[in-house]
């Protein structure tokens, strides 16, 4: 067995995926994408628990930024936008991060003004509707997808 095919099974066995062009935009960047998105939802929730962690900076912008280009990145690597030119491309995935991103901290600014003041409860919500968004967005993807595989 050579060493090669032994790297490429310890990846396998780990869920890891190689380190290479595709996978980074297809993949390392969306992953970063969903750990920002994370981290963005309990910033609007809990704004105040963020800043004790970063009390010298303002981290909104930068979390949104790495879920904007994260989302856009997972969108524009999607099969059902394969056949599209790459402005079209870039559009429509740029536009589909946006409405995602955006309609998520919406969510969350009106969620947190519903639940009660409470650190533990509000980064819960956070955290458990940022989770269902991606899932549920993951999935219509997946959809749309094999809607182009079925036509093709």
């Given amino acids: 067995m050579s060493?090669?095919?032994?790297?490429?099974?310890?990846?396998?066995?780990?869920?890891v995926k190689p380190l290479n062009g595709k996978n980074l935009v297809s993949y390392y960047i969306p992953l970063q994408g969903v750990i920002s998105y994370t981290?963005?939802?309990?910033?609007?929730?809990?704004?105040?628990?963020v800043l004790r962690i970063f009390s010298k900076r303002d981290v909104t912008n930068i979390l949104l930024g790495q879920t904007l280009l994260g989302s856009a990145m997972f969108l524009y690597s999607r099969p059902h936008l394969k056949a599209l030119p790459t402005k079209d491309k870039i559009l429509y995935s740029s536009f589909g991060a946006v409405t995602f991103s955006l309609g998520s901290v919406l969510f969350w600014a009106?969620?947190?003004?519903?639940?009660?003041?409470?650190?533990?409860?509000?980064?819960?919500?956070?955290?458990?509707?940022g989770f269902a968004m991606i899932t549920?967005?993951?999935?219509?993807?997946?959809?749309?997808?094999s809607l182009v595989d079925k036509a093709v």
Wanted: proline share 4%; charged share 10%.
């Fill in 3 to 15: 060493s090669s095919s032994s790297k490429v099974s310890f990846c396998d066995s780990f869920g």
């Fill in 39 to 49: 981290a963005l939802s309990i910033n609007v929730m809990n704004p105040s628990l």
């Fill in 110 to 129: 009106i969620l947190r003004s519903v639940v009660p003041q409470n650190v533990a409860l509000g980064t819960l919500c956070g955290i458990g509707s």
């Fill in 136 to 145: 549920i967005a993951r999935s219509y993807t997946e959809h749309v997808d």
